[in-house]
């Protein structure tokens, strides 16, 4: 089975703090994604990577970043966090290739005092 | 605009009884639609795709149609067990979502499923 695994399950930062969530898979899948779940949202794409080193924006990048340095493990950064920024952030992998599904971690829930 | 949407926020069903979750999507491009299960503080599992090669793909008791002339799919869940109360979402893919790279995935709102024993 893949694992997907996030480093915390919660997390409580303070305004102006830089936060890291880190994200590993273990089924060598090519593809890595962060989304973050909002009430009433669904799931909404922040920055997602096809191989090492790659990134590209999502939908909603701004305030974020992201860093892949090793095939299985794909970083968030908050630079700055806000308060607007508190919410639950989900990592997801996958394989290259048609009809292939996206694979999630169990998300880490991140309030920002 | 929402390209994939999930109209019904929230869905009550008796144990036993069939659970419908349905879902639009407005771009003819998707070819690949998905629907997740959530549980609260988990992360979404995979629950069943379709490709739009076909119109119907069923595993035990989840079932999945596609009417691609509608632009839209259901989810039918038979026999409902209590713990199939999750928040389900659907989800597409295709050609052309971010730069005609493929594998990004188009998610609903979610459906909140309750099913009462």
């Known amino acids: 089975d893949v694992k997907v695994t996030q480093s915390s399950r919660y997390l409580v930062k303070r305004t102006g703090e830089k936060v890291f969530l880190e994200c590993v898979q273990d089924m060598d899948h090519e593809n890595m994604f962060w989304y973050r779940q909002d009430p009433g949202l669904g799931l909404r794409l922040i920055y997602f990577?096809?191989?090492?080193?790659?990134?590209e924006k999502g939908d909603i990048p701004e305030g974020y970043s992201v860093s892949r340095e090793k095939k299985e493990r794909f970083s968030l950064i908050l630079e700055s966090a806000s308060t607007n920024q508190t919410s639950m952030y989900l990592c997801a992998s996958s394989a290259t290739g048609v009809f292939q599904p996206q694979h999630f971690g169990d998300g880490t829930r991140l309030s920002i005092l | 605009d929402q390209q994939v949407k999930q109209n019904s926020p929230s869905l009550s069903v008796q144990e036993g009884r069939i659970s419908i979750l349905n879902c639009d999507y407005t771009?003819?491009?998707?070819?690949?639609f998905l629907w997740y299960k959530k549980y609260p503080a988990e992360g979404p599992t995979f629950l069943i795709s379709?490709?739009?090669?076909?119109d119907k793909n069923e595993d035990g008791r989840f079932t999945v149609f596609l009417n691609k002339s509608a632009k839209h799919l259901s989810l039918h869940i038979v026999p409902s067990q209590p713990g199939d109360s999750a928040v389900y979402f659907c989800a597409a893919s295709g050609f052309g979502n971010y730069g005609g790279s493929q594998g990004n995935l188009i998610f609903g709102k979610g459906t909140k499923l309750s099913v009462k024993p």
């Open positions: 990577s096809y191989d090492v080193k790659m990134k």
């Open positions: 771009n003819s491009m998707f070819d690949y």
């Open positions: 379709i490709s739009s090669i076909k």
